[in-house]
T-cell receptor, first 111, second 113 residues
Framework: SQKIEQNSEALNIQEGKTATLTCNYT??????LQWYRQDPGRGPVFLLL?????KEKRKERLKVTFDTTLKQSLFHITASQPADSATYLC??????????FGTGTKLQVIP | NAGVTQTPKFQVLKTGQSMTLQCAQD?????MYWYRQDPGMGLRLIYY???????DKGEVPNGYNVSRLNKREFSLRLESAAPSQTSVYFC????????????FGPGTRLTVL
C-alpha cells in the first residue's frame, strides 16, 4: 500500500541555520508533491508545489527538491527564524483531485 | 474573502448523538474535501466532492455522510457518533486548475464521550 514517511520526531534547530525536512514515499508514483505549514490549532497552509519533472523549486527562503528515483523530497528553510516553528506536511498528488498527506514533522527554531 | 469557513469550532457529543459539521468556501472552487486529523495519523480523507452534485468516498468514510449542497457548501454528518470519531475535522477546497493546492478551514475539534 502507499506510504508516506516524515520524521515523527521533532527537529530542533538554531536560529539562522538551514532546516532540512524529509519526505519519503513508497508504492506511489506521484505527479506532483506539495508542502504545507500547520500551526497549532489551525488548518494547514499551502507553501510550495513541485512537479515530477522538476528537480528543484524555490520561494524566498524555501527550497524543495524532488527525486523520483529515490522517492524522496527535501524541504529546506534557509536562515531559519523562530517564526518558522511549526509542523510541516508533505502531500503527494496524482489521483483525480486528491492528495495524500504525510504525518508531518514538527520544527522548532531556537533563538 | 473569508476563504474556507467551518462551524462549529468545538463540539462535545455523547455516544450515539448526531451532528452536522458545516463548511463553506467563497473562492468559487469546484472541489471540496473533508479530512480528519489524529495524532500520529496525519490528515486522512473522509469524503470529497470533485464538483457540485458529486461526492466520493475517501480513505475513512465509515460512520460519515456528506452533502454537497451547492458549489459553496459541503457538510459532513455523523449519524451516530462514536468515541473513535473524536478528532479534529478540516474542510478544504481547491480549484481544479491548480494542481490541487488545498485551502483549509480552521477546523472543528470534536469530542465524543
Amino acid at each position: 500500500s502507499q506510504k508516506i514517511e516524515q520524521n515523527s520526531e521533532a527537529l530542533n534547530i538554531q536560529e539562522g541555520k538551514t532546516a532540512t525536512l524529509t519526505c519519503n514515499y513508497t508504492n506511489y508514483s506521484p505527479a506532483y508533491l506539495q508542502w504545507y505549514r500547520q500551526d497549532p490549532g489551525r488548518g494547514p497552509v499551502f507553501l510550495l508545489l513541485i512537479r515530477e519533472n522538476e528537480k528543484e523549486k524555490r520561494k524566498e527562503r524555501l527550497k524543495v527538491t524532488f527525486d523520483t528515483t529515490l522517492k524522496q523530497s527535501l524541504f529546506h528553510i534557509t536562515a531559519s527564524q523562530p517564526a518558522d516553528s511549526a509542523t510541516y506536511l508533505c502531500a503527494l498528488g496524482g489521483g483525480y483531485q486528491k492528495v495524500t498527506f504525510g504525518t508531518g514533522t514538527k520544527l522548532q527554531v531556537i533563538p | 474573502n473569508a476563504g474556507v469557513t467551518q462551524t462549529p469550532k468545538f463540539q462535545v457529543l455523547k455516544t450515539g448523538q448526531s451532528m452536522t459539521l458545516q463548511c463553506a468556501q467563497d473562492m468559487n472552487h469546484n472541489s471540496m474535501y473533508w479530512y480528519r486529523q489524529d495524532p500520529g495519523m496525519g490528515l486522512r480523507l473522509i469524503y470529497y466532492s470533485a464538483s457540485e452534485g458529486t461526492t466520493d468516498k475517501g480513505e475513512v468514510p465509515n460512520g460519515y455522510n456528506v452533502s454537497r449542497l451547492n458549489k459553496r457548501e459541503f457538510s459532513l454528518r455523523l449519524e451516530s457518533a462514536a468515541p473513535s470519531q473524536t478528532s479534529v475535522y478540516f474542510c478544504a477546497s481547491t480549484d481544479r486548475s491548480s494542481y490541487n493546492e488545498q485551502f483549509f478551514g480552521p477546523g472543528t475539534r470534536l469530542t465524543v464521550l
